[in-house]
Structures are given as C-alpha cells and as structure tokens.
C-alpha cells in the first residue's frame, strides 16, 4: 500500500519538477520514479556512503536525502542534479514523502485498532484511552458492513472499497481474511434504514459492474460508541450466517430485517430438534414430496389464499385444495388456518436450519 502511495505521489509531481527523481527503501531498491523503468532498480553504490545521519549524499550528479525515524533508516529521496536551488527541491521532496509516511503509518494504527476491537481483542478499560490517543471520535453513530468475496477477488474488491471510502479519520476499512472485509461507516446525526441499505446497495453495484462478481453484504444495527462497534460486527457475522440458512436469493442482507430467521439461529440445536419431533410426529414430513412442497410454498407466497395460488401454480383450485387436505391428513396441521399455517411455517425453517448444520432428525 505504501509503494502505491509513493507511486501516486511522484506521479503528481512528475509535471513540475523537471529533473528524474525517485524514493529508495531501506534495502536501496527504488520503490517509486518519475522515469518508471527505473522501479526495482538496485542502487548499491550507496552502501558505502550512507552514514547515521540524514545528511545529503552526492554522487555522480545525484544527490541523495536519507530519511531516519527513530535511528532507523526508512528511505531515500533522490533528485538528478546536484545544483542549490535542485537540493533545496529535494529538502521539499523528502518532507513530502516523511508526511505521507507518517500519515499511512497512522492509518495503519487506526486499523489495527479497529480490527483488534472487531476481534474483542482490547480490554473493555483500553477502549476509550486508546480511541483518544488516536484521534478517533469515541461518540458517532456508525455502522458496520461485511463484504463476502471469493479470495481471488478480494484485493480488487478492497481497492475499490478504499477508493469509496478513503479517509481513515472517518470511516475504516479492515480486512479480516482473504475473503472478509469489513467497513466501519460513519452514519450522519440524521439517518434512516434507507440510507444504511443505500450504502450497502451502492458497494454491492460497484462490485458488480467493476469487477463482475458477486459478493454478500451483512449489515450491522447502528451503534453510538466506539466501544459497541464490535456489537454491530457480531450482529453483520449473523446477518450473512442466517442468510445461508433461509435467504440465499439475497445479496444484501441487515441483521435488523432476518425476522424469525434470527430467532431460530439463536436457539440451541437441541431444542429445535424438540419441536421438530412434536410437530411432525412419525416422519410425516417426509412422506410429503417435492411438488407437495413446492405447493406448500406457493400457498404461503400468496397469503393462504386458495385461488390465487391455484393460478400461479396452473392447476384447478379443487386440486390445491386436494393437495391441502392430503397434507393436513398427514401431518394434521390444516394450512388453510392461520394458526396451523404459521406452526407449520416455523417448523420448515426449523427442519431447513437443522438440515445446514447436518443435525439428524
């Protein structure tokens, strides 16, 4: 990340400074030119000229700045020409690069701290002195977003998501793994559930069309403290962990909007099983086959309601209500009733749950 930054920052002063020039790393390969066919260059000459001090080296008609932080060296800035008013230019040049320097190496701290505090890593007491000493705003509303990618896409998926979101004293980007990146997005004092949705809606366009892959979005509930960040995390993780499980059509999906879905994910596998057995009593349900199923579906899709499902599924309604009769003859729940249909309801999210975490039942 920090050579592309050098990178960027020589390419923006390539059209004003007439001379080639360029920033070594400590090993003394050039990391970033004006000349790129200079980048990788190994300049060996300098070993034996370097001293512990960021004095000015010259040397063929080059003159070199050393930079130190804290005794050790970190790069050198090179200008081809050795005049007085080339090596005051350089001066500008170094100081220039140490304060990009120190500004990624700041951002790098708030990242850690983030990603510590997404891990629970960080003392409840180290929250707040740390958040301080950082600069990072203890008491803003946010948000936070996991973005589900296959590994190979992943670093172009964060590259982009750091184009979008590219100030870390706002907003802070964070890979997990090679397949998991996290946004912490600061929320204005006046925001909806649609302006959360749109953030989440506008990455997942932006993926799309930029790099053509899919991705799945978990969406944490806002949060007013630093230190409850790392709730809106967990609440993201189960977002796209219930989303698995009983909605695997979507691509964006909020932990504030699983409904029932999050309930059955939270209860002990044990207990679901429990019920299963009380609802379905001498495996009623699996005498019942896929067009069967597929019914039952359709007649919840449709609010219960008997002909308007008997013309989508294209079958006379004395059929759907045949089908209807079966079905309650053999697991003595009637669909047509609301209380019965929303036994029945929880109990095919219940079986669906237990099936994906390869429960026998």
Known sequence: ????????????YRAIIDYPFGILDDELYVLAASDESAVGKYMGELENLIRKDDHIILNRNIAYQPIYIKGKLEFIVYLENTGESSIKLLNILSIAFLNLKKVQDEKLDKTNFIKHLLQDSILPSDIYVKAKE?????DTKRVVYIVKV???????VYDILYSMYPSKDVDFLVNMDEETIVLVKEMPDSFTQKDIDKVAKTIDNMISSEIMCTSKIGIGSPVDTVREIATSYKEAKIAIEVSKVFDTERDIISYENLGIGRLIYQLPTTLCKKFLDEVFKKDSLEELDDDTINTIHKFFDNSLNISETARKLFIHRNTLVYRLDKIQKNTGLDLREFDDAIIFKIAMMVKKYLSANVIKF
Do not use: C, G, H, Y
Not at 1 to 12: D, G, H, I, R, Y
């Open 150 to 156: 296959s590994p190979e896409n992943a670093e172009n």
């Open 1 to 12: 990340m920090a050579q592309n930054l050098f990178k960027s920052l020589v390419s923006q």
């Open 134 to 138: 950082l600069r990072i705003s203890t």
